[in-house]
């Protein structure tokens, strides 16, 4: 019983807690990217209520660059944040490329919906867009945790199946 009682806290601390201060987010672009050689992915952090993006995309001049949420069950999405106009920047190992970075004050519902993983980045090239979804990176103390209290898990479970003294008495014939 106080293995599935340690199994079920361990679980339970998977979830993201915004009360840690930073949450670290990923922007996953689709299949054929803006993304170049040399240009590093997208990323996005939450701290103290204030969302930071930097979207790195390649030499391609882009038109525009907005954050949508997911509304509904029927694939409608609202645009909820918009970048300022893109920056000219040199990344190391590349060359000259484009990126679009800013930093808003969010509400606490658009918090909640931004853990959810209902938000969206969509780049715009005239007549056509990519959308990156933004997902957060779970933190590595949790996965660490995860991983010790699925061990204790099963070495419970193996010495249920074989007692620890069974190797204790040698078996004589």
């Not at 054929?32 to 240009?39: E, I, K, N, S, Y």
């Not at 970075?101 to 056509?128: K, R």
């Not at 979804?133 to 010495?159: K, M, N």
Request: with cysteine.
């Amino acid at each position: 019983m106080k293995i599935v009682i340690i199994l079920v806290l361990g679980l339970l601390s998977q979830t993201v807690t915004f009360s840690q201060g930073l949450v670290n987010f990923d922007i996953n672009f689709e299949a054929g990217t803006p993304h170049g050689a040399g240009v590093p992915d997208s990323l996005a952090t939450l701290s103290d209520g204030v969302f930071s993006a930097a979207i790195y995309l390649d030499d391609t001049v882009p038109t525009s660059c907005a954050i949508f949420q997911k509304v509904g069950t029927a694939g409608l999405e609202m645009q909820i944040l918009q970048f300022p106009a893109s920056v000219l920047a040199t990344y190391p190992g590349g060359g000259p490329a484009y990126d679009f970075e800013g930093s808003w004050n969010l509400t606490a519902s658009q918090i909640n919906s931004l853990m959810a993983g209902q938000w969206d980045v969509h780049v715009t090239y005239d007549p056509f867009f990519y959308e990156g979804q933004i997902a957060a990176v779970p933190e590595p103390s949790s996965i660490r945790l995860f991983a010790a209290v699925f061990i204790v898990f099963i070495l419970g479970l193996y010495f249920r199946v074989m007692p620890p003294n069974f190797f204790r008495y040698p078996i004589c014939s």
